[in-house]
Nanobody, 121 residues
Framework: QVQLVESGGGLVQAGGSLTLSCAASGRTFNNLGMGWFRQAPEKEREFVALISRTGFPLYADSVKGRFTISKDNAKNTGYLQMNSLSSEDTAIYYC???????????????WGQGTQVTVSS
């Protein structure tokens, strides 16, 4: 069993930055890959970024070059650094973990509660 707690969401102006955190407990973090997903109102949950157990990142085209995913195994915490935010990034952001991360939300068993990111134009 893994528990995930996200933090770092909030209200930011367009062009601004936020860093989301995802703290994990219940299992050794260095054996886990992590995915970040987001869900805007009336839209399906969509893939944002993932990082493998060994630190290999993968990004959705919509965030490539603006977002950076990372994980600190010593702190059992993953991060999503978000720069150059626009109103289209407004959503609830979720982290999820599994041994081999995936771009498909349905592949994950463990999810955080989500953190709201609102970008004002």
């Amino acid at each position: 069993q893994v528990q995930l707690v996200e933090s770092g969401g909030g209200l930011v102006q367009a062009g601004g930055s936020l860093t989301l955190s995802c703290a994990a407990s219940g299992r050794t973090f260095n054996n886990l890959g992590m995915g970040w997903f987001r869900q805007a109102p009336e839209k399906e949950r969509e893939f944002v970024a993932l990082i493998s157990r060994t630190g290999f990142p993968l990004y959705a085209d919509s965030v490539k070059g603006r977002f950076t995913i990372s994980k600190d195994n010593a702190k059992n915490t993953g991060y999503l650094q978000m720069n150059s935010l626009s109103s289209e990034d407004t959503a609830i952001y979720y982290c999820a973990v599994r041994g081999i991360p995936s771009t498909h939300a349905n592949d994950y068993d463990y999810w955080g509660q989500g953190t709201q990111v609102t970008v004002s134009s």
